[in-house]
């Protein structure tokens, strides 16, 4: 294959400018971030929004009866509180149907849900927050809430431990907000010994979330085989009311070989 030089970059690509003094596109920016606050909060007004964006109430007027017009959000009946819209749904279901990830590994998520009869999950560091990817519902009545789009702080989950542990000290200290929120009473939220977790995370080859996301929840995570460092995670969460010594093993053993089996670059 020949390589390519500087003259086979077409006219259109070269008169592009540099990224590095590139600045948002101010009215794009808002938008997007309007979407974002709607999905983290679930239901907002616009004063809500006004307040928490700082986005002045004639642009944010316009931006949301645009995205209302195109279906990205919803308004109630009194014409005051938002809500993402259905247009958004189908962007994001687009988005995990077409995930190669998602895809290789559903095959191992059905596996696991089968052997162990508890919720399975698939989740992706994305920053310092872990994303549920896909999931695979326990069939007991007692069981974990969760769904796909999920945002979840990686320092107090399985998922996000066993992923930050494929990491060296500074790169997780770079990661991680200023301030470690908990989540429950259990949550890990000195960084000095969440640093000291993540070397056990290391050694064991496999996390623990215990009862550190959900108050009675227990949760095992292992990094799935990648590239240098691993961005995706398969995890199982158990109430402990169902866990004993034996099941524990159980349970991390099931995890662990099927992961194993597992091809570089999931």
């Known amino acids: 294959m020949n390589p390519v030089r500087p003259t086979d970059i077409s006219n259109e690509e070269a008169d592009l400018p540099d990224?590095?003094?590139?600045?948002?596109?101010?009215?794009?920016?808002?938008?997007?971030?309007?979407?974002?606050?709607?999905?983290?909060?679930?239901?907002?007004?616009?004063s809500d929004l006004t307040r928490r964006l700082k986005i002045p109430k004639s642009s944010l007027h316009g931006i949301l009866r645009t995205l209302e017009?195109?279906?990205?959000v919803e308004v109630d009946p009194g014409g005051s509180t938002y809500q993402l819209g259905v247009?958004?749904?189908?962007?994001?279901?687009?988005?995990?149907?077409?995930?190669?990830?998602?895809?290789?590994?559903?095959?191992?998520?059905?596996?696991?849900?089968?052997?162990?009869g508890e919720t399975v999950h698939l989740g992706r560091l994305q920053g310092s927050e872990i994303v549920y990817m896909a999931k695979r519902e326990s069939v007991h009545p007692l069981r974990m809430f969760s769904a796909v789009g999920r945002r979840l702080p990686a320092h107090a989950?399985?998922?996000?431990?066993?992923?930050?542990?494929?990491?060296?000290?500074?790169?997780?200290?770079?990661?991680?907000?200023?301030?470690?929120?908990?989540?429950?009473?259990?949550?890990?939220?000195?960084?000095?010994?969440?640093?000291?977790?993540?070397?056990?995370?290391?050694?064991?080859g496999y996390a623990i979330d215990n009862e550190e996301a959900t108050v009675g929840l227990?949760?095992?995570?292992?990094?799935?085989?990648s590239k240098s460092p691993a961005i995706n995670a398969i995890s199982i969460s158990v109430p402990v009311a169902?866990?004993?010594?034996?099941?524990?093993?159980?349970?991390?053993?099931?995890?662990?070989?099927?992961?194993?089996?597992?091809p570089s670059g999931s």
């Not at 930050?164 to 890990?188: F, H, K, S, Y």
């Open 157 to 204: 989950t399985a998922l996000g431990k066993a992923l930050l542990a494929q990491r060296g000290d500074d790169e997780v200290r770079a990661i991680l907000p200023d301030v470690l929120v908990p989540l429950t009473p259990r949550t890990v939220c000195d960084p000095k010994v969440l640093i000291e977790r993540l070397a056990d995370v290391r050694e064991l």
């Open 69 to 72: 017009l195109r279906g990205w």
């Open 87 to 116: 247009r958004s749904l189908v962007v994001g279901a687009s988005f995990v149907d077409e995930d190669l990830v998602v895809a290789r590994t559903a095959s191992v998520l059905d596996a696991l849900a089968a052997a162990t």
């Open 19 to 46: 990224d590095a003094g590139f600045m948002p596109v101010k009215s794009a920016d808002r938008t997007l971030d309007v979407l974002e606050e709607l999905a983290q909060a679930g239901h907002l007004t616009r």
């Open 242 to 262: 169902r866990l004993d010594a034996e099941s524990e093993a159980r349970v991390i053993a099931e995890l662990i070989a099927a992961v194993d089996g597992q």
């Open 218 to 225: 227990r949760c095992f995570g292992i990094a799935l085989p």
